[in-house]
């Protein structure tokens, strides 16, 4: 199912209640799992990862497809490789293209029992839950955060603790941050010195908890924020103060774009200020992967030309992100080019000859793209978005959401 999106104005007013926060949300699940926690998840994400994970978390079941979840299929291989029994996991096409040795290599250490019944390094696993013995692992932390934290999770209950030795410049630090602060919420003590995080054996405390929303999904509000005349949005549940790491954006946006944002109550407000705007961006996304299709389209929108670092692991999301930006950029007349790798350029040339007149953006099964992409309707006048539904991913109620600040959306 495809949406045809427009926007018959340049106005941005009213209010979005925004999904809670994706990454909490699975992080939490694994957290109040392994504390045995009596006390449900408040605000649990409704988005697909989190469902599925839920869902196999609940299971009576030993065989688990998780779709396109990558959060799900890495936190859960850290997970079950300690809970005993056998089990089997597997996702999409697509996840089953997503390496996943470095993850397996480290838990094979600590004594896990994973077997690859496809290709070698990728999904799906056999996994045979048993009791793992800690000591130091070392991991390329500049692969994904993901990775790192799927351990960490696990590691306050491996026998005799584990010290995780961090190898390369690590990637999406503040994920990994998140994770530790979340884990401390629950009682678990560590120690982060330099590229070393030591976790001593020890129990979860199970807390009450609710999960706020989500700061990844407030980028897309934020660019037609950016894009508007006229803007008075509030973001509720949104908090400036955020565990989240792309809460940045919110200082980025005032910067480079004359948004501001303004804690009142539970809500964020955005509106428009004069503040002096540079010509150029130049942004490090290292900490920030999954808002940089975002301020690429923006940036696109605004006509400001950019140099964009720290985009290595797009390439290993639901799609290869670099790639599919490149195809769908070019039907704005835009040519990005990749100077090095993890870097993507634009010189500020449109090629105005290549626009079509009937925009479609392919999603490549990546929510994403597909919501990065919908700001393009208040500077093209329309877009369409080819498997639309696709955001049910992280965001289930976008179409609507968009629709409450005057979008006209056709599904087809």
């Known amino acids: 199912m495809n949406a045809l999106l427009t926007k018959a104005d340049q106005t941005i007013n009213g209010e979005i209640s925004l999904p809670a926060s994706k990454s909490i949300s699975n992080r939490m699940l694994i957290i109040?799992?392994?504390?045995?926690?009596?006390?449900?998840?408040?605000?649990?994400?409704?988005?697909?990862?989190s469902v599925f994970m839920n869902q196999v978390l609940q299971s009576n079941t030993n065989r688990f497809d998780i779709g396109h979840a990558g959060t799900a299929m890495r936190f859960l291989t850290a997970y079950l490789s300690k809970i005993v029994g056998e089990w089997h996991l597997t996702g999409s096409e697509r996840m089953q293209q997503r390496p996943i040795s470095i993850l397996v290599d480290a838990l094979r250490k600590m004594g896990a029992q994973i077997e690859y019944t496809g290709v070698e390094g990728f999904p799906p696993l056999k996994i045979t839950g048993t009791a793992l013995k800690g000591g130091v692992i070392e991991l390329d932390g500049s692969i994904s955060s993901q990775y790192i934290s799927a351990l960490l999770m696990i590691a306050p209950t491996v026998q005799g603790g584990v010290t995780l030795r961090l190898m390369n410049k690590i990637t999406s630090r503040s994920y990994i941050e998140m994770t530790l602060s979340l884990?401390?919420?629950?009682?678990?003590?560590?120690?982060?010195?330099?590229?070393?995080?030591?976790?001593?054996?020890?129990n979860y405390r199970p807390v009450p908890f609710a999960v706020e929303a989500d700061w990844s999904g407030a980028s897309y509000w934020y660019a037609m924020a950016a894009l508007a005349e006229n803007c008075d949005l509030y973001l509720k549940g949104l908090y400036l103060n955020s565990l989240q790491g792309d809460v940045v954006?919110?200082?980025?946006?005032e910067k480079y774009f004359g948004i501001r944002s303004r804690q009142e109550g539970d809500y964020v407000r955005l509106t428009k200020s004069k503040s002096e705007l540079v010509k150029?961006?130049?942004?490090?996304?290292?900490?920030?992967?999954?808002?940089?299709?975002?301020?690429?389209?923006?940036?696109?929108?605004?006509?400001?030309p950019f140099h964009f670092r720290g985009l290595k692991t797009l390439k290993i999301k639901e799609t290869d992100r670099i790639a599919a930006l490149k195809n769908e950029c070019a039907k704005l007349g835009v040519e990005l080019t990749e100077p090095a790798e993890g870097e993507l350029d634009w010189d500020g040339r449109i090629n105005s000859a290549l626009i079509p007149e009937k925009l479609t953006v392919a999603t490549y099964d990546d929510h994403r793209m597909a919501m990065a992409f919908a700001p393009v309707a208040m500077f093209n006048g329309s877009v369409e978005i080819e498997d639309a539904m696709v955001v049910t991913k992280s965001y289930p109620s976008f179409y609507d959401d968009l629709q409450r600040v005057g979008f006209k959306v056709v599904l087809c």
């Open 249 to 253: 954006q919110a200082s980025w946006y």
């Open 280 to 304: 150029q961006l130049n942004l490090n996304f290292i900490e920030n992967p999954d808002i940089a299709q975002t301020f690429v389209v923006l940036s696109i929108g605004k006509k400001r």
């Open 32 to 49: 109040n799992a392994l504390s045995y926690s009596p006390y449900p998840i408040q605000n649990l994400s409704d988005c697909d990862d």
């Open 183 to 202: 884990m401390k919420k629950f009682g678990i003590k560590y120690h982060w010195n330099g590229n070393e995080i030591r976790m001593e054996e020890q």
